[in-house]
Structures are given as C-alpha cells and as structure tokens.
C-alpha cells in the first residue's frame, strides 16, 4: 500500500508539472520553448497568418491587429487569429522580432482555416518561391477558405500557387514590374492600395495594410463596426476614400 501512494504522488507531481519544454539552438544560443495548447473559440473564423524568416513586421501586425480586436467587439462572429509556419521553433522577422508559431502546417495538425493572410516576407521574390511545402500548403487551404489576403510580396506567394490565374491582384508599389515580369499572364494593377477580386485580397502593404484588412472587416461586419476597429487603433476609416479596385466581391 505505501507503494502504491508513492506512485499515486509521482504522477499527481508529474502532472502538475509546467509544458513540456523544448530546447532550440539557434545562432549557437539555446532557447528554451515552452510548447503551448492554442485555444481556439468555437463559432469564430479561423484566421491563418503564413509567417516563416524574414516576414516583415507591419504586413504581420497590421492585419493581426485588426483582426484580433474583433473579440472586443459585440454582436459579431469574431476572429480566432493563428500563426502557421514549416516549425514550430521561432521565426525570426526581418527586422529581428522572434515569434513562435501556433501550428507547423507540415505536421498535417491544422484547425480549418476560414481566412488565410500572407503577410511579405524577405524572399518571397525568390527562395520562398521555390518551396514546395509552402506553395503547396496555400494550394490546400484555398480549397476551402472563405478569403485569401497578402500583403505587399505575399502577393508574389499567391501568384506562384496559382490561385491569381485569373484574378486581379496588386502588390508592394515597387514590385509590381517584377510582378508582371515573373507572372507575364497576371493582371497585376497599380496605383491602389488594395484589390478585391472574389476570394482573394491583394494589398499594396506597409502600413496600408490596415485598409485591406478594414476593408475585409467591413464586409465581414458592416461599416460601423469596421469604423469601431479603426478607432480602436486611432485610424481614420473611410473605404470610399481607399484608392481600391473591387472587381468581384
């Protein structure tokens, strides 16, 4: 019997122990990450954010901002809001941030996704553009999502899945040549900020990141809530002010 108490207390200790950690050496340093159980709200949208090196910091918060503040909002189906990456070891952003992704989407152990954002990241002109993985990943998702959004580059992600074959799409202002070179049977436009053409949202990026994802919100929800978000973050929200081309929406 003193036996069996002692075992009895081992597992109760054993399970009251913190996350299991796992140890991470990146840059000859040793990180300790503690793995965590993502909650996600029933009767929300999923919302995905693609992130891996070199994401850029405001094609990420922008939306993410928007998008996760809907859960302080009444009346509405908000937004459960997620970061998927190849890992689930931190991603570094281009400007040095380091995050820790929710969900590896190679382990195939993904919630449904309803919105998926791709936000720019450093070598979506190039590398990223060779990663089977990754394209194949957003293949998948467009299966079902309700919306696909990027922003600035990401553009360049959606285009080499396919899924702007016949759909009008918009990048960052300066890359839209290189756009157009890469993707000649693309109708890749300009002098925007965002398009809208059916499922998919495409955004000039940077800091007018937030229009689209306004944008988004406001046709999710209606214009008094879309402006309710907006002050939240000190914004002034007018879409008919938006330099925008809404084709099918």
């Not at 993985?133 to 079902?144: P, R």
């Not at 919306?147 to 799409?169: M, Q, R």
Request: proline residues 4%; glycine residues 4%; aromatic residues 10%.
């Amino acid at each position: 019997m003193r036996y069996y108490f002692l075992f009895l207390s081992f597992l109760i200790i054993f399970s009251c122990q913190a996350p299991k950690e796992t140890k991470v050496v990146n840059n000859a340093s040793e990180i300790i990450v503690k793995k965590r159980k993502v909650e996600l709200e029933k009767d929300r949208y999923n919302v995905a954010f693609l992130i891996m090196d070199g994401v850029f910091n405001t094609e990420l918060t922008a939306p993410y901002d928007i998008f996760q503040h809907t859960i302080f909002r009444d009346s509405i189906k908000a937004m459960n809001t997620f970061l998927v990456a190849n890992t689930l070891n931190p991603i570094t952003t281009f400007e040095g941030i380091r995050l820790l992704p929710d969900y590896d989407y190679t382990s195939g152990n993904l919630p449904p996704i309803d919105i998926l954002v791709v936000p720019s990241a450093e070598h979506h002109l190039d590398t990223d553009l060779e990663d089977a993985a990754m394209i194949n990943f957003v293949k998948e998702v467009d299966k079902n999502a309700t919306y696909i959004t990027s922003h600035c580059d990401g553009a360049f992600v959606l285009a080499k899945a396919g899924l702007l074959d016949n759909s009008v799409s918009t990048t960052f202002p300066s890359d839209i040549g290189k756009m157009r070179a890469m993707f000649p049977h693309l109708d890749v436009r300009e002098d925007v900020l965002f398009v809208h053409d059916g499922k998919y949202i495409t955004s000039a990026g940077g800091a007018k990141s937030f229009e689209a994802a306004l944008y988004l919100t406001e046709l999710l929800y209606g214009k008094e809530k879309a402006q309710s978000l907006a002050g939240g973050l000190v914004i002034d929200w007018n879409v008919d002010e938006v330099p925008k081309i809404i084709v099918k929406p």
